[in-house]
C-alpha cells in the first residue's frame, strides 16, 4: 500500500519521478488568471485562522458542504451580500469542523488532495485530517498564521508565485495594481468587460453612461463605445496588464451588419428589451472588434466558455452570486466560436487561450483553437480542474495540438492558499509523460523530456503572454 501524499504522490513511475523532482518542482509561479483581491495583495492581509483562510472565499469548499448536508448558517452565516464579516473564534471553529466532517466524506473530491496539500505545503502538516485531530492542527495551523511569513504576500512568495493576473473591470481605477508596483511579487490586472458585452445585463446602460462620461466624449454610435474601451485598454496597458478574459455562456455570434448592430446598442442603452437573436448579434460583433483591439495591444485574449450561473436564486439573494450555485451548461458553440476566432485572425495576428466548462466539449475547442497561430486550448477550468479532467485535458492537448508548447497551470481562485493546484497540475503532467515512456510509447531522453516540463510549468507561460 502506498503512503499518502509521500514525495511521489500521483507519480506512478521512475520517469515521471525524475520529471518531476528534478525539472518541475522547483520552477516559479506565472498564475495567469485568478481571482485574488489586488487591495488585499497590498495592505499584506493576514487570514485570521483557519476557518478564515480556508472558507471566507471558497466556493468549491461551500458547495461540498452543501453536498455534506451541513447547516447553511455554517456556509453562508458568515456573508453579508457576498462579503465576509467577521465571526467568534466559537462560530469560526464550528464551520472548520463541519468542513473537516465534509472532507472525510470526500473521496475523489479533488478538494480532498488540495486540501491536504495545502496544509503539507504552508503548514508542515503530513498526517491527514480528521475529527480526531482536528484541534490539534486548528491550533498549528493558528499559530503560524499570525507569523509575518503567512500575510497574504508571504503566503504567494512561499509558493514561489513571480506574477500573477487578477481580474479587473474596465472602469477600475487599478488602485491597488498601483500600489504594488515594486513588490516582490508582478500583480497585473486582466482587462474583463463582462457588462459592455453583455447587452441585456441590467447595469447595461448605467455600466455604458459611467464609461461616457469617463473617457470624456459623447457616444453616438457603437464604435464610440468600443474605441472609448480601447482607451481603458491603454491605461490597462500601462499599469502591466497582458491579458483579457470573457465568460460566455450562451449564443455569442450571429451575422450582423453594421446599421443592425449599432441599432441594438442604441437599443439596450435605452433599456430595451432584447431578443435573443439581438443579444447574439451584439455579442459577437462586439468580441471580434474588441479582439482585434486585443491583438494591436499585444493582450492575450481569454474566453470562458459554458458556465451555467446563479441556478439558485433564493441563494443568490440571500448571500450574493459566485458563491457555488454554479453549474455547466451544454449549448453548442463550435461554429460561433469559429466565426469570431475568424473574424479576428483575419485581421489580426492574435494570441487566445479558450477553456470549456463542459468536458463533452473538450475536442470541439482543442481542434478549433488549432486553427489558428497562437491559439491554446487552455487549462482545466473550474468543474474539469480535478485529476480525472486535468488529465484528460493534457490527453486532448497533446493528440490535437504540440504538448511542449502548452502554457502551464492557473488557480481561477480567491484563495490565498490556493497555490498547491500548479503542484497538483505538474504532477499529473509527468506522470502522463513519464507514463508514455514507460509504455515504450515514448523514448526517454531526460534532458528533452526534463526542459519540455520545466517550461511548460513556467516558461511557455511567460514567453505567450509577455512576449
Not at 34 to 57: C, Q, T, V, Y
Request: charged share 25%; proline share 4%; with cysteine.
Amino acid at each position: 500500500m502506498k503512503r499518502f501524499l509521500d514525495e511521489n504522490f500521483l507519480l506512478e513511475t521512475k520517469s515521471s519521478q525524475i520529471l518531476y523532482h528534478k525539472y518541475a518542482e522547483k520552477e516559479p509561479i506565472f498564475d495567469f488568471h485568478n481571482h485574488l483581491s489586488p487591495k488585499e495583495i497590498f495592505e499584506n492581509k493576514r487570514l485570521g485562522n483557519l476557518a478564515n483562510a480556508w472558507l471566507d472565499h471558497d466556493h468549491y469548499k461551500w458547495r461540498a458542504m452543501r453536498a455534506a448536508g451541513v447547516d447553511e448558517k455554517l456556509i453562508i452565516g458568515h456573508l453579508v451580500n457576498g462579503e465576509a464579516v467577521t465571526q467568534s473564534p466559537e462560530t469560526d471553529y464550528e464551520r472548520y469542523l463541519a468542513f473537516v466532517k465534509t472532507l472525510e466524506l470526500s473521496p475523489g473530491n479533488p478538494l480532498y488532495h488540495w486540501s491536504h496539500l495545502e496544509l503539507k505545503r504552508y503548514f508542515g502538516i503530513s498526517k491527514p485530517l480528521t475529527q480526531a485531530n482536528a484541534k490539534e492542527i486548528w491550533d498549528k495551523c493558528n499559530a503560524l498564521l499570525q507569523k509575518d511569513e503567512y500575510t497574504s504576500q508571504g503566503l504567494l512568495l512561499k509558493m514561489g508565485v513571480k506574477e500573477l493576473c487578477t481580474t479587473d473591470d474596465p472602469l477600475d481605477n487599478l488602485e491597488w495594481h498601483n500600489k504594488l508596483k515594486g513588490a516582490g511579487i508582478k500583480v497585473r490586472p486582466s482587462f474583463r468587460p463582462d457588462i459592455p458585452l453583455s447587452p441585456d445585463h441590467p447595469d447595461f446602460a448605467k455600466y455604458i453612461s459611467k464609461l461616457q462620461e469617463m473617457d470624456g466624449t459623447s457616444f453616438k454610435t457603437i464604435t464610440d463605445m468600443i474605441n472609448a474601451l480601447g482607451r481603458r485598454m491603454d491605461f490597462f496597458k500601462e499599469n502591466g496588464c497582458v491579458v483579457s478574459d470573457h465568460s460566455l455562456e450562451d449564443d455569442f455570434y450571429l451575422p450582423v451588419n453594421y446599421d443592425d448592430v449599432n441599432y441594438i446598442f442604441e437599443k439596450a442603452w435605452i433599456g430595451k428589451k432584447l431578443t435573443k437573436e439581438e443579444i447574439a448579434k451584439y455579442k459577437g460583433y462586439v468580441l471580434i472588434e474588441l479582439g482585434k483591439l486585443y491583438a494591436k495591444k499585444g493582450f492575450v485574449l481569454q474566453i470562458h466558455i459554458g458556465a451555467l450561473r446563479d441556478n439558485n436564486t433564493l441563494m443568490l439573494t440571500k448571500a450574493g452570486k459566485n458563491i457555488g450555485e454554479d453549474s455547466l451548461n451544454d449549448f453548442n458553440f463550435a461554429s460561433q466560436l469559429g466565426a469570431v476566432l475568424n473574424g479576428i485572425y483575419s485581421q489580426a495576428d492574435a494570441k487566445t487561450i479558450l477553456y470549456n466548462l463542459n468536458p463533452k466539449d473538450n475536442d470541439s475547442i482543442a481542434t478549433m483553437a488549432a486553427n489558428f497561430r497562437n491559439c491554446h486550448f487552455g487549462p482545466a477550468w473550474w468543474f474539469c480542474d480535478h485529476k480525472d479532467g486535468i488529465e484528460e485535458q493534457i490527453r486532448v492537448f497533446a493528440r490535437t495540438s504540440v504538448l511542449g508548447r502548452y502554457v502551464g497551470m492557473l488557480t481561477d481562485s480567491r484563495s490565498f492558499l490556493s497555490y498547491p493546484r500548479h503542484e497538483y497540475f505538474r504532477r499529473i503532467l509527468c506522470n502522463y509523460i513519464g507514463g508514455l515512456v514507460e509504455n515504450g510509447e515514448l523514448p526517454w531522453d531526460e534532458a528533452l523530456l526534463g526542459n519540455m516540463v520545466k517550461n511548460i510549468s513556467y516558461k511557455n507561460a511567460c514567453d505567450f503572454f509577455l512576449k
